[in-house]
Each structure stands twice: as C-alpha cells, then as structure tokens.
C-alpha cells in the first residue's frame, strides 16, 4: 500500500538536498566548533554560514540568532529567563497557543507566582488585540510580556504580528512569537516588526529534527539557560549540533526562497480539496481563518459524528493516510483538543486536521475523498 501523508504540521519529510548537505558536513567536517586547531575552525565556520543565513532571511542580526536543540528548547528559554532575569510579572497569552507555551506558563504561575492573563479568543481562534491593548495600558508599572504565536498549528488562524508588535513597542512590553509554523511560508522581516523573541524548528520546514534556533532580540539579551562551555557566546553550552544546524539553515533558505512556488502548489491542493468536500459531504465545516489571513497549509476539517465518523483517524490510518485528530488523547480517552476547546467546537463533531506539502499532489488528494467517502456522510 502507497501511504499518503497528510501530516505536515507535525513534521515534513526531509528535503534530498538538505540531507546530502547534511551527510558531506558528517563526513568531511567533524571537528569540534570550540577547537582552535583547523578541524575545529571549520566546523565553527559552517556554524557561522548557518547563522548568517538564517539572520540575512530574517533581516536580524548575526548575534540575535541561538542555535537550540528544538523550538520547544528556544520558547522555555525565552519565557522562563525573561521571569527570571527582566523581571517579568504578568504574561498575556491566548488559549490556542502550543503546549510548550501553555504548559510554561502554568509552570511559571504555579512556581513563580507570576500572572498569567489569557486573551478571549473569537470561534475562529483570532485572540482579542483592543481587550490586549487595554491590558498592556493597564498598571504600566508592571513588567509585562506578551506571547502569541503567529500561525496556529491546529486551525491555521494567523496573528497580525506586525500590529502586536506595535502594540508592545509602545508599552515597553517584552513580545514572544511562536513562529514555527509560519516560517519558511512567509517573509517574516524582523527589521520592520517588532518583537523580543522568535522562535524555529527545522523540522517544520523539510529540515532535521532535533535542532532549532531562538532569536532574541539585542535589547532583550537574557542570561544563559544552559551552564558549562562558551558555546553560543555562553548563551546554550555544550558541543553544536553541526550537521542539524548547517541541515536547518539549508532547509530554511531552500522554503524562503522558493515559497511562492511552494504557496501556489500547496494553496491548489488545499482549494480543491475544500471545494470537493463541499460539494460531496455532508454539512462540512472548516476551522480557523479561512479567508485573509491564515496557514495555507493547514486544513481543519470539522465532520458530522456518526459512528464510522467518531473512529476517523483511525480509520484513515488502516486505510493508508496519516493526518492528524484535533484530539489529545490520554489514558485511551480521545477529547477535544485545547484549541478547538477554546474556539467552541461542537464537541459532537469530529475534526481532522490535513495539512500539506510541496510533495503531495492532486492524486493523492482525490485518492482521500475516496477513502472519505465510505467513512463519512456524502451528499
Ligand atoms: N510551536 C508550534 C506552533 C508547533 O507546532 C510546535 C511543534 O509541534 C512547537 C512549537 C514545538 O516545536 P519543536 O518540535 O521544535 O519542539
């Protein structure tokens, strides 16, 4: 059985040209990047190219750039040093935000006593930015951040960015932005939007998994989070992760630059997969921002419950296509996730979340409506 892979905000399949850069970096480069000697002074060199890379795409400087081992790594590091160390008291979030950041925030209220402020969000997941406003104008005193992500894993609602980095700048406000999912797919210049911290993760964007990078702001320099050697200019010890790091830096410039080609393909698949689900299902939903401003590559598709329905994933998996449920599932009990919690899906209703990729093609999305079609409702 051919299997279709329709999973891609999870993780992508590596690019080819990124792991044959990748395999030549562990053959011929395997100094360590802190020895002086020549081996050592190549393999800092190759470290070097990655960085500048990755700043030139995101009009940053060369020193804001962090190489880590995720991106979940770069969100810990930014939020919980910023408590730590710039004297954070009260972070403003959104209930739609990824786990990392969730999960650190109950970690930092429940440790730290700091004060975290969740934004209301609309049933498409857009966080309310004049109820933020308010908040950010409130006790100015106080030493606040903000931390929204800009691309919505589950839904793929997009955050005007530009406007909340505004909005912090005026108030003197430290601003995370969990870019993982947005980045690669759109220009994201950090020379014209505001923001104290931004976060990566290679594996996103057809790159290795295991390494990512934090970029932090120069105003915003926290101490390190990782102790031992000077690696990162003392900010993250222990030896680099080089073939990870050169594979991230080519998987990002080889996304950024062909990414209208990549848009066009992917927006095409995506287009026909909602116009034949309309069309050919039953009472079909979609989740999130479909309209302006949202990830083109995420499609979350909200199917009527009927009992072949409530074991869709399932089903599509035996059948040959991995994509993803909106559900968490824990102790064998499958519920809503967070997110489609907080944007008040109908808990009766079953979402699958399809997303794609450069690689996948018309013939792979008409071979899933097939599949759907003896599993759920047709028209
Ligand atoms: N933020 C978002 C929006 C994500 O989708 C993910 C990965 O699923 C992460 C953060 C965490 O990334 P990593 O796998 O590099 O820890």
């Not at 700043?55 to 020193?63: E, Q």
């Amino acid at each position: 059985m051919t299997r279709i892979y329709l999973d891609n905000a999870s993780t992508t399949p590596i690019d080819h040209k990124v792991l044959d850069r990748m395999i030549a970096v562990m053959k011929d480069s395997f100094g360590n990047p802190s020895s002086i000697h020549h081996h050592g002074r190549v393999s800092k060199s190759i470290i070097e190219d990655a960085r500048k890379k990755i700043a030139y795409i995101l009009k940053a400087s060369i020193g804001e750039i962090f190489f880590t081992s995720s991106a979940t790594e770069s969100i810990n590091t930014a939020l919980k040093n910023s408590v730590h160390y710039l004297g954070v008291k009260h972070i403003i979030s959104s209930p739609t935000e990824h786990h990392c950041v969730f999960h650190t925030l109950d970690h930092l209220a429940d440790q730290y006593g700091v004060t975290v402020t969740y934004l209301d969000v609309d049933d498409k997941g857009n966080p309310d930015l004049t109820q933020l406003e308010t908040l950010l104008h409130t006790n100015p005193e106080e030493k606040k951040m903000v931390t929204l992500m800009h691309a919505n894993n589950e839904i793929g609602t997009m955050l005007d960015m530009k406007k909340v980095g505004e909005l912090c700048q005026a108030t003197d406000t430290l601003f995370q932005c969990d870019t993982v999912q947005s980045l690669g797919k759109f220009d994201i210049n950090l020379s014209e939007t505001y923001t104290s911290f931004i976060s990566g993760s290679a594996h996103k964007f057809h790159g290795p998994k295991g390494v990512g990078f934090l970029y932090m702001n120069m105003d915003n320099i926290i101490p390190p989070y990782l102790h031992g050697g000077a690696q990162e200019r003392n900010m993250r010890a222990g030896t680099e992760n080089i073939y990870g790091i050169v594979g991230q830096a080519l998987a990002l410039e080889i996304a950024h630059t062909e990414r209208e080609d990549h848009k066009a393909h992917i927006l095409g698949l995506r287009d026909h997969f909602k116009q034949r689900l309309t069309s050919e299902f039953v009472d079909i939903r979609f989740n999130g921002n479909q309209e302006d401003h949202f990830l083109y590559h995420v499609l979350s598709v909200s199917f009527l419950s009927t009992p072949k329905a409530d074991m869709l994933m399932f089903n599509l998996d035996i059948s040959g296509i991995s994509a993803s449920s909106g559900s968490a599932c824990s102790s064998g009990i499958a519920s809503d996730s967070h997110v489609l919690t907080a944007i008040g899906h109908p808990s009766d209703r079953k979402t699958i979340r399809f997303s794609f990729s450069k690689y996948n093609t018309l013939e792979e999305i008409d071979t899933v409506v097939e599949k759907l079609k003896s599993l759920t409702p047709t028209s």
